[in-house]
C-alpha cells in the first residue's frame, strides 16, 4: 500500500509539473499575442481550487490531474462582445494560432533541456561500460567482444555510461547490425561489427544490453535476497529478506543468473529450494509463476538481491559546468526526441511490438522508482515524458495540438481555413483513435502488474 500511495504521488507530481509547464506554453505564447485567456486549468473535472487573476484568468487545479487546458475566447465557441473581438482568438492571424497552438509542445522540449540541464549540474553517479562478461553464442560474442573491454562508441557515436549503451541499442531495434569501438583492458582500439539479424528483446523482463550479451561490471547482484514482492511465488514459499538460496533442485547455487535461469526455465514446475535463514538451512517449495512475453513463457518469483558495491575503478560522476551542462542538455533532448519519432515510425511498421505501449500505470510505477532513487533520477524520467509528451501533441490527430497545427497549415497554404465539416469528421477520428491508443497503453500496463 505503500508503495502504491508513493507512485501517486509521484505521478501526482510530475504530471502536475509537466502539464503546467505545456498549458503554460500556450497560455504564453497566447498573450502575447492580444488573446484573452479565461481559464487556465490543470487537470479535469470539479475545480478543487481556484483563483482569479488580475489579468481576468481564472486559475484552476481541478480533480483529475491527466491533463489540463487553456480556455481562450474564442468567438467559434462563444458570443463574443464586440469590444473583445480584436482578443478572440478565431480573429488572430494564421501564424498567431499556429504560434499559440505549437508553443505547449515546445514548452516541454525547453523543460526537458532544462531537467538535463540541471541533472547535469548535480551530478549522474554513472558507471563506465566495461563489460564483465559475454553470454556464449550471443550477438557480442559472435562479433568479438571480450571481458574487460570498454565500449568507447556505438554507430560514431560516443559512450560514456552504460546509460548510453541502453539508449544507442534502442535506436538499433530493427537494424542488421551495429558497429561498437572498444578499448582493450591494454589500451588498444578496436572496431567490431555485431549483427543483430536475430536480436531481439523482451522491455518486460530484460534489457537490451544482456539481450546482446554482455554482462556490465557493476553491482554484482549476490544470493542474499534484498526484496521479497507481497503476493509474489517467492513471499508464497516462506522466502523472507535476508534469506540466502544455497540450492535448488539439488543443484548448488554459485551465482544469481544460475538462479534466474533456473526459474525462467521453470514456469508453474514445483521447485525444492534450500535457504540459510540465521544460520539454520531450511527446505522450501518454490513454484514460478507463468509470465508470458512476446515469444515464450518464462517463470517469475518476485525475488530481489542484495548486491554488492561498484568497484571504485568503474565509479565516476558524471558533472558538467553551466553552459556545458547546457549543450548536453539540448543535446540529450534532442537526441530523444530522434528516437522516440523513430520508434513511433518503427510501431507503426510492425518493427516493435503494440505490447511495448505504456499508459499512466507505467508511468507511474516509472515515477515513483525514479523518486526513490533521487532528484537526478526523478529530473531524467520527467524529461524522457516530457519530450513523449511534447511528441504525442505533435502528432496530426485533431484533438491534438498537431491536428489544429495540421489544419491551419492548410489555411496558410491555401488562404482560406478548413471547412467546419471535415474539422468536425477530423475530431471525431482523431479522438476515436487516441481512445484506442489510450486502451492499449492502458491493457498494456495492467497486463504488466
Request: proline share 6%.
Amino acid at each position: 500500500m505503500t508503495e502504491i500511495l508513493w507512485n501517486l504521488g509521484a505521478f501526482i507530481i510530475a504530471l502536475g509539473i509537466l502539464v503546467a509547464v505545456h498549458e503554460y506554453g500556450h497560455f504564453w505564447v497566447a498573450r502575447r499575442n492580444g488573446v484573452r485567456v479565461e481559464r487556465f486549468s490543470i487537470g479535469f473535472g470539479k475545480p478543487i481550487w481556484r483563483k482569479t487573476g488580475r489579468d481576468g484568468t481564472e486559475y484552476v487545479v481541478a480533480m483529475i490531474p491527466l491533463g489540463g487546458y487553456v480556455k481562450m475566447l474564442d468567438g467559434r465557441v462563444d458570443e463574443v462582445p464586440p469590444e473583445l473581438a480584436e482578443q478572440a482568438f478565431d480573429n488572430k492571424s494564421v501564424w498567431a494560432r499556429m504560434a499559440i497552438v505549437v508553443a505547449g509542445p515546445m514548452a516541454n522540449f525547453l523543460f526537458a533541456v532544462f531537467a538535463f540541464w540541471l541533472m547535469f549540474l548535480i551530478g549522474v553517479p554513472s558507471v563506465k561500460p566495461v563489460v564483465r562478461d559475454v553470454a556464449a553464442e550471443s550477438p557480442a560474442a559472435v562479433a568479438g567482444v571480450q571481458p574487460g573491454m570498454q565500449i568507447t562508441a556505438i554507430d560514431g557515436n560516443d559512450i560514456l555510461t552504460w546509460e548510453d549503451v541502453n539508449f544507442s541499442l534502442i535506436g538499433n531495434i530493427g537494424a542488421e547490425q551495429t558497429t561498437l569501438v572498444v578499448q582493450t583492458e591494454r589500451g588498444q582500439q578496436q572496431q567490431l561489427t555485431v549483427p543483430l539479424a536475430r536480436w531481439q528483446f523482451d522491455p518486460d523482463s530484460e534489457s537490451p544490453i544482456t539481450a546482446l550479451g554482455l554482462v556490465p561490471e557493476g553491482p554484482i547482484p549476490t544470493l542474499t535476497l534484498e526484496e521479497v514482492i507481497r503476493g509474489g511465488a517467492g513471499a508464497e514459499a516462506g522466502l523472507r529478506p535476508e534469506d540466502t538460496l544455497v540450492s535448488a533442485n539439488g543443484q548448488i547455487l554459485n551465482d544469481w543468473a544460475q538462479f534466474v535461469t533456473l526459474v525462467q526455465s521453470s514456469p508453474e514446475q514445483p521447485m525444492e529450494l534450500v535457504v540459510r535463514r540465521e544460520g539454520q538451512s531450511l527446505d522450501l517449495m518454490l513454484t514460478p509463476a507463468l509470465l508470458e512475453t512476446d515469444d515464450r513463457a518464462i517463470g517469475y518469483v518476485g525475488l530481489a538481491p542484495s548486491v554488492t558495491p561498484v568497484d571504485d575503478r568503474y565509479r565516476f560522476e558524471l558533472t558538467y559546468g553551466p553552459l556545458r551542462a547546457l549543450w548536453e542538455g539540448a543535446e540529450r533532448t534532442w537526441e530523444l526526441t530522434v528516437l522516440t519519432f523513430q520508434m513511433i515510425g518503427k510501431l507503426l511498421t510492425g518493427i516493435v511490438s503494440l505490447d511495448n505501449l505504456s499508459g499512466p500505470i507505467s508511468i507511474a510505477k516509472g515515477a515513483g522508482a525514479s523518486a526513490g532513487f533521487g532528484l537526478v533520477y526523478f529530473l531524467s524520467f520527467m524529461a524522457l515524458v516530457s519530450v513523449n509528451l511534447g511528441i504525442i501533441n505533435l502528432l496530426p490527430l485533431p484533438v491534438l495540438d498537431g491536428g489544429h497545427l495540421l489544419f491551419y497549415t492548410v489555411e496558410a497554404i491555401t488562404g482560406r481555413p478548413v471547412p467546419e465539416r471535415i474539422q468536425e469528421l477530423g475530431y471525431r477520428i482523431g479522438a476515436a483513435l487516441l481512445i484506442l491508443l489510450m486502451g492499449l497503453a492502458l491493457f498494456n500496463d495492467i497486463g504488466r502488474l
